[in-house]
């Protein structure tokens, strides 16, 4: 007795330990399951994805998480502060999965700052709000007197678009002895009510007969529907309508013209007059059939009133009746069947992107998050994924339909200062259906580039009368990285004011290689073989014409000239005109200079 209750504790034991690792496992890899009933008022908590997903709650405030769903309407929102997922909206069951006996709504959790995706399933469970209900609540039957007892007559059905306990579960009659009540199952697990005859008829002792149908759900406290049947004796009616076949089939695409015929049923009753003319009808006629068809009930033609869509409904069945003049009847079924046309293009939604990136950032870096899809089914619905060519970025998986955009390998600010990726998506139908997406991409500079000089050394000679602005010396090849501001500009000597907007790199190294090359072009300018004259003069960097040299005023080699980024100046002795230049290689001016 023992070692049995000991065998059941350690089966619940590893039942429980069962389930506790699923969930866990579920969450590491992306998955979160959750269940609440419908009808919550918006807010309702659903689950806490924070503990679930160990996620801390600075990435999940100021918009660093955010729960997205595919349709238009959001379900379910991210209570930021802590990290439960709550209710959006007010769900009603019956109006999102009428005819599922399993609703299941999805969404998916971005997290921005990880660029991560996790996927979570909601059960809504159902909640016993409706009552069954008939289509008719009067009807009136019309029966021969000459009906043997036994006889069958199919009653109207109730409906109660609620599931499960809370679903229709019984009929009852009642109201007059001579007719009874049973109840058979159908192929599609349906209650269908049925007027079974218990005792003859007789015209002449009774015209009508009264009854009440009462339909009830197995909801507590259970919920009820009525409705009243009227019974018309008639003289004998003694063939009943026969249908040419029980079930009639039909295959169309989804793409079919709104008022084709799809097909026509057809009865047969040998009787004369009104108990040989038959007339059909829809004998359930729920809202989903009767958006979509419309039955002839002369002639038994099915025609369609709206366009098909093989995305939101692939099949769909009908039950129709054939009934005479004498209320005797037939029933077959009607099964369509929608096939699938590639009428959906694939979608695509850029669901996280970056605006800028370092040209130095590392192969692999995540770009953005894009989420593809396409509503079509089979080959009409596969989507194959590209970029645009001759880019430095790649797709990857992230979960079932996400992709990752990343870098390739390394970026070149210089080569490419931003990008304009083209993400392509195409299915598998034929033709083929297209979309794509522009990702802008703007690329950041490094300072990874070193001035360059065209020569190691250049000299000019500059005549004390040149005018202002003559071009001097040029620096053929100017660094990529060299951008001017307005606060590190040439000038004259003693004052920081250049001629235009420019300025000199904010590194050592650039710095010195410049002022190296304005004091080759001064000492020249201080040589005493030349012919300078009277006057202050300077040399000084035009941001103009780019790295170039020019004068600023006519030159005059007793000055002293501003070397830029340096205390050092070059000079003269005043009033000297054979003295000799302070600094550099000179060459004699009646000598022609060597390069």
């Known amino acids: 007795m023992c ?34 009933p419908e009808e919550l008022p918006k807010g309702s908590f659903v689950g806490d994805v924070a503990e679930e997903l160990a996620l801390e709650p600075a990435a999940l405030g100021g918009g660093g998480a955010r729960v997205v769903s595919q349709g238009r309407t959001q379900y379910f929102a991210l209570h930021a502060s802590s990290g439960h997922l709550v209710t959006a909206e007010r769900i009603d069951r019956e109006q999102l999965c009428r005819l599922q006996e399993k609703c299941v709504l999805r969404c998916e959790l971005i997290v921005e700052g990880e ?22 609540s009067e009807k009136e039957l019309r029966i021969s007197e000459t ?23 019984s009929y009852a009659l009642s ?10 199952a159908g192929g599609d697990g349906e209650k269908r009510p049925e007027l079974v005859l218990a005792k003859a008829l007789d015209r002449e002792e009774a015209a009508f007969h009264e009854l009440l149908l009462r339909a009830s759900d197995g909801g507590d406290p259970s919920r009820t529907g009525t409705a009243r049947i009227r019974v018309a004796v008639l003289d004998a009616n003694d063939n009943a309508p026969a249908f040419s076949q029980a079930v009639y089939t039909v295959r169309v695409a989804e793409d079919v013209p709104v008022g084709s015929t799809l097909l026509s049923v057809t009865a047969t009753d040998p009787d004369d007059g009104t108990n040989g003319n038959v007339k059909y009808s829809l004998r359930k006629q729920t809202k989903v059939v009767t958006e979509f068809f419309h039955l002839e009930p002369d002639t038994g033609a099915i025609r369609l009133v709206r366009n098909l869509d093989y995305e939101e409904g692939d099949s769909y069945e ?4 054939a009934r005479d003049g004498g209320d005797l009847f037939d029933t077959a079924k009607v099964s369509i069947s929608v096939t699938d046309v590639n009428d959906n293009a694939p979608e695509i939604w850029v669901r996280s992107a970056l605006s800028e990136i370092s040209e130095d950032a590392a192969p692999g870096t995540v770009v953005a998050l894009l989420h593809v899809q396409d509503r079509d089914s089979g080959a009409n619905g596969e989507v194959r994924c590209s970029l645009g060519e001759s880019v430095p970025f790649r797709l990857e998986r992230a979960l079932d339909d996400y992709y990752s955009v990343v870098t390739a390998r390394e970026l070149d600010r210089e080569r490419a200062s931003e990008y304009n990726v ?40 500059v005549a004390e009368n040149n005018a202002e ?27 920081q004011n250049g001629e235009e907007g420019g300025a000199w790199p904010n590194n050592q190294f650039d710095t010195e290689m410049l002022q190296a090359m304005i004091l080759a072009s001064a000492n020249e300018a201080a040589d005493v073989n030349a012919t300078l004259g009277g006057g202050t003069g300077t040399m000084g960097l035009s941001a103009r014409y780019g790295p170039q040299f020019t004068l600023q005023h006519v030159p005059d080699y007793r000055q002293n000239v501003y070397i830029p980024g340096s205390t050092a100046t070059l000079s003269n002795a005043a009033g000297k005109r054979d003295a000799k230049p302070s600094g550099g290689n000179k060459k004699k001016s009646g000598k022609k200079e060597k390069k």
């Open 3 to 36: 070692a049995a209750r000991e065998g059941r504790w350690c089966r619940r034991q590893r039942a429980l330990l069962w389930c506790v690792l699923l969930a866990a496992w579920e969450a590491a890899w992306g998955q979160l399951r959750y269940s609440v």
């Open 115 to 136: 660029m991560k995706v996790y996927a979570i399933e909601v059960e809504i469970t159902d909640i016993n709000d409706n009552s069954p209900t008939f289509e008719e």
């Open 147 to 169: 009906t043997a007892v036994g006889s069958r007559f199919l009653l109207a059905e109730a409906h109660d678009p609620d599931v499960g306990a809370n679903s229709l579960q």
């Open 175 to 184: 109201g007059d002895e001579h007719f009874s009540l049973s109840v058979q």
């Open 318 to 321: 009908l039950e129709i009746q």
């Open 422 to 461: 083209t993400v392509r998506a195409a299915d598998g139908g034929s033709p083929a259906l297209r979309s794509g997406a522009v990702l802008a991409l703007r690329v950041l500079d490094v300072n990874d580039n070193a001035p360059v000089f065209a020569e190691a050394r250049y000299s000019a000679r």
């Open 469 to 495: 602005g003559a071009l001097v010396l040029t620096q053929a090849q100017p660094n990529p990285d060299w951008r001017f501001s307005q606060t590190q500009r040439p000038g004259t000597s003693g004052s």
